[in-house]
């Protein structure tokens, strides 16, 4: 049986479509105009995130990532965190790609119904990747003095992150 929901995205397109020309709008045009716009975005951010993502890359790579993870485990410890959270909670503001396989490498070692998979599960929902994030938007819009943004930012990650691990104690009774 079809629900409302399967035929929602074709009602507000034609809506919209309906709307325009009530209006009088020129709707083709204005959708050529931002689809533009929109590709004259992603060129002029390019740079920023291949940088980005080549940093994040030879960071893994050189075992960067290992070290920093065996020298905060004491923080982790103290936060509540798992160990094995400890390189998606590292990587997670930087790349999403990259805790993205982090999170599949938890599965694979821990199960995701482990204490380590449900933290990272709830992780990757309640946080962000705020570097690609400041880089994108910020970007696009050029703005260049981003103040206090990024410190705002990592200190709302930091705190999805310490809140994932108490959640799930407090959801699972781990």
Do not use: W
């Not at 920023?48 to 993502?53: D, F, R, S």
């Amino acid at each position: 049986m079809a629900q409302l929901s399967d035929y929602l995205l074709p009602i507000l397109v034609g809506a919209a479509v309906l709307f325009a020309l009530f209006k009088g709008v020129a709707s083709f045009d204005v959708f050529g105009g931002g689809a533009k716009e929109g590709f004259e975005t992603t060129i002029k951010l390019l740079p920023t995130l291949v940088g980005l993502i080549t940093a994040v890359e030879m960071f893994k790579a050189s075992g960067g990532l290992d070290v920093l993870v065996h020298a905060l485990s004491p923080v982790a410890k103290a936060l509540g965190l798992p160990q094995e959270v400890m390189p998606l909670a590292l990587l997670r503001p930087i790349s999403g790609g990259g805790s993205l396989a982090i999170l599949e490498s938890i599965f694979q070692d821990n199960a995701p119904d482990s204490f380590a998979g449900r933290v990272a599960s709830v992780m990757m929902g309640s946080t962000e990747t705020t570097f690609y994030a400041v880089a994108a938007y910020f970007g696009a819009v050029g703005v260049k003095q981003i103040r206090y943004t990024v410190p705002a930012a990592l200190t709302a990650d930091l705190v999805g992150f310490v809140m994932s691990a108490l959640t799930v104690r407090l959801l699972f009774g781990v």
